[in-house]
Structure formats: C-alpha cells, structure tokens
C-alpha cells in the first residue's frame, strides 16, 4: 500500500510496481498534491504526476474520517508493505505510522521516507533543501559561483530507489527469519550517500570537494568543449584513452607532452593553470565533431573512449526504451520515446 505522496514514496513504490508487485495507491478525496504541479497538464492531471505513478491501482479514501479509515484497515489486513512520507505527528493522527500499522497487521512491512530521519520526525523535509544540507550543491555549478541544484529531483529519486532496495531485502528477510522490518530512509541521508568519491577525496586525503562544472574532479579530460561547430563531451577514463583520443584528433605531440603523459600530471597541470589543459581541443578553425578524415561516428568511437554531442534535450534517439509493461494513460502518444527533439 502506498499512502505517500509527492515523489520519494511514489518513487519507491513504482518501482516495486515495475518488478511486479500489486500497489495500492491511496489518496485522499483531493489526490496526490503533484496532481496541481503543471503546467504541463495532460487532461485534468499535471504530467509530473505521471513520472511516478504508472502501474498502480488507485482509491480516494479521507483517512480522517471513519469510514475511511474502516475501508483503509480492510486493505491493509492484506497488505505487505505500507509506505508513507507524512511527519511523525501526521502519520500518528491518520494511524500510518508503524506502531499502529503493526498493530493493524503484524506482518505489514512498514517503510517512512522523511526528510531528515528520526533525530528530526517532525521537519517537513524537500529535495531542494535535502541536495543544500546534503553537501550536494556545493560541488555542482561552476567554479567559483553559486551552488546549483541537479536538475532533477535526484534526493527524491535517490530516497525511493533505497527504499524500494530495503523493502526487496526485507521481504526476503521476512520469509527466510519471520521479522518484521520498520525500513526508515532520509532525503538527506540519501543525498549524503551520493557524495560518493568527493567524499572520500576529503575524508581520507583532505583534499576540499568542490564545484568544477562539467570536469571531474580526479580523472581528465572529462567535460565539455567547444569545437569549430559544436559542443562535445569528452570522458576519458585512462591514460591509454587519452593517447588514443590525440590520436585521433592528430595531436599525438600532446599525448607526448610530459605535462599531459599521466591523468595525476594533468590534474595537477589543470589546478595550476586554472582552465582545462586541452584547449587544443577547440583551437579556431579546427573542425574537431566532423573533420576531413575522419568521420563524425570514428571521433565518437574510434579513440576507445566515449564522445558524444554535447547537449540533447531529450534522450538520444538512438537508445529507445527497453520492453516493459503498462500502459499509456488516456490522451497521451503512444510512444514518447519516439517524438523528435526540439
């Protein structure tokens, strides 16, 4: 059963759901408050709704009320998991918090996405704020400015994909020992988790984590750059990689530069210089994305390395969706995945 509302919970449940589990979205008599998030709206309902709410039956129920509350209990006699993302003091009064789920149905897995955990049960908690607090937006933007967000709600995202890993575990653990879990995930934490190698970077090292843009903070070339024509990206992940891809754009001279030999030497020639080290890449009237001898595909692919246009805004035509089931809600296109780029 899936109480939560906006996006971490929903999140969490539409991916159970995707595996197959039969989710019962329950909202109350004025829906999900992502169904108001537009425009865009298809029909009545915000598309933002949609992102995480596909596969899913549904029923209005006012948990306040007692009617509600006695077709509540009904389904949650039967339920697995119950997932909800209301503070403490509100899970209490509408009976979705885990003592009064247990007490309902004492094999009910019960899962609480908050926004900063137990330590905090009562602060609303948002992915704007958990991606500042987490750490997050100080390593995204350019160096320099001010710390940006993702662009999208990744701490939402994160939340729910965690939780909807701990509900698999606790399934299996249920059958296998007869325990019961109370799963508890956090925006905050889940955002701290992502942190990832930038943590480590300072943890061990000291070394301060810090926005840099589209490079990357221990490994480069690994970002964007202008060419004569366009924009590409750039990830280069060993050194062999770089050789080959100055190979391909005909600066071998580089690849010999003493500076550049080794990805420690061109991190370190990046931080004292203060800009990228392959400038090369976009010197003037050098047409890097289609030269003369070599293809647009061979750049991309030949030099073992990944390229690639810089910005899409949309997913690559080339990577279509994988089969799934479900189904379109009415009035959309049948196939989004196909509609041409802006």
Excluded at 169 to 192: F, M, N, W
């Amino acid at each position: 059963m899936d109480v939560s509302r906006i996006l971490a919970g929903p999140h969490c449940t539409m991916i159970l759901a995707d595996l197959g589990a039969d989710i019962v979205k329950v909202e109350s008599p004025i829906g999900d408050e992502t169904r108001r998030w537009g425009p865009p709206f298809l029909g009545d309902t915000a598309a933002y709704y949609f992102a995480a709410n596909r596969n899913k039956r549904s029923v209005a129920l006012d948990l306040k009320s007692d009617d509600g509350r006695r077709e509540f209990h009904g389904l949650l006699s039967v339920a697995d998991v119950l997932v909800q993302n209301f503070t403490e003091a509100v899970a209490r009064q509408l009976y979705v918090d885990a003592d009064s789920v247990q007490r309902a149905n004492p094999r009910c897995i019960h899962v609480t996405l908050s926004g900063y955990g137990p330590s905090h049960p009562d602060r609303r908690g948002y992915d704007l704020m958990a991606q500042a607090l987490g750490g997050l937006m100080s390593v995204t933007g350019e160096p320099g400015g001010r710390g940006l967000k993702v662009g999208v709600p990744i701490a939402d995202l994160t939340a729910g994909t965690y939780a909807a890993t701990a509900v698999i575990a606790a399934i299996y653990d249920r059958s296998a020992s007869g325990r019961v879990a109370r799963i508890e995930v956090s925006l905050i934490d889940s955002v701290t988790s992502l942190l990832a190698n930038q943590a480590m970077n300072w943890l061990l090292c000291q070394s301060p984590p810090q926005a840099l843009g589209n490079d990357h903070p221990s490994v480069t070339p690994y970002g964007v750059f202008r060419t004569a024509t366009d924009d590409i990206v750039v990830a280069v992940a060993s050194d062999a990689q770089f050789r080959s891809l100055c190979e391909v754009i005909g600066r071998t001279d580089v690849a010999a530069n003493s500076r550049y030999v080794s990805n420690a030497e061109r991190i370190r020639c990046r931080a004292a210089d203060g800009d990228s080290e392959l400038s090369f890449l976009a010197h003037p009237g050098r047409d890097l994305d289609r030269p003369p001898e070599r293809s647009r595909h061979s750049l991309r692919r030949g030099a073992d390395g990944p390229r690639g246009p810089g910005q899409r805004r949309y997913p690559h035509p080339g990577y279509r969706r994988s089969p799934g089931r479900g189904s379109n809600p009415p009035g959309a296109r049948a196939d989004p995945a196909e509609r041409p780029l802006p």
